[in-house]
């Protein structure tokens, strides 16, 4: 195992809506301490000495990004959504591709409303998966009691939670292997909820690297409430 932190780029797809927030802008946008949710999520990458560039996926019509102050930061180049998560994050890894970037480099997938990640996390995600020959993703296991539910909502067993973890961002692989298996997985017309499941319909096993309980997702009004209330994030 390498003592020295490999260099990466990262990538942010942030052209979705957040309907389930209910809010007047996309969740992303919406802000926490002072600043935006999109914001938290980005700094954590660009405060990293190791970091080579960053791109983010954003609607064309966005008319939120050039607002914030760091759109006009050189080492974030911004590239056209897609229609699903899968499709951002390709457009930014043929973007990479275009200016230069190389086969075997680390990309680092990040949710654009997952703005708590800490860099002692990001820090034990780089150097655990620095010599894999894989890559891997944050994770936590399973702490509540599981169901299996029926299409009538009545239990038809409890899940061994042992074997259940769930997946975080970020999400660390080489930039030809996402980018073939995002492509491939695409054409295929195979369901992918995250970048790690692409690695895996492409016969790969990617590693779990168990990070904080807290590096959540915003999804719903309770979530950004529960951040705000941690003292890092009051305004």
Known sequence: MTSVLPAFWAVIPAAGVGARMAADRPKQYLQLGGLTILEHSLNCFLDHPQLKGLVISLAVDDPYWPTLACSADSRIQRVAGGRER???????????????????????????????????????????????????????????????????????????????WQAYTPQMFRLGALHRALADSLVSD??????????????????????????????????????????????
């Open 86 to 164: 899968a499709d951002s994050v390709l457009n930014a890894l043929l973007h990479l591709h275009a200016q230069g970037a190389h086969d075997d480099d680390w990309v680092l997938v990040h949710d654009a409303a997952r703005p708590n990640l800490s860099r002692g996390d990001l820090d034990t995600l780089l150097y655990e998966l620095a010599d894999d020959p894989v890559g891997g993703l944050l994770a936590v296991p399973a702490r509540d009691t599981l169901k299996r539910a029926d299409s009538n909502g009545r239990v038809t067993e409890t899940v061994d939670r042992s074997l259940i």
């Open 190 to 235: 195979v369901s992918i909820t995250d970048e790690a499941s692409a690695i895996e319909w492409a016969g790969q096993s990617p590693r779990l690297i168990e990070g904080r309980s807290d590096n959540i997702k915003v999804t719903r009004p309770e979530d950004l409430e529960w951040l705000r209330q941690r003292r890092d994030f009051k305004g």
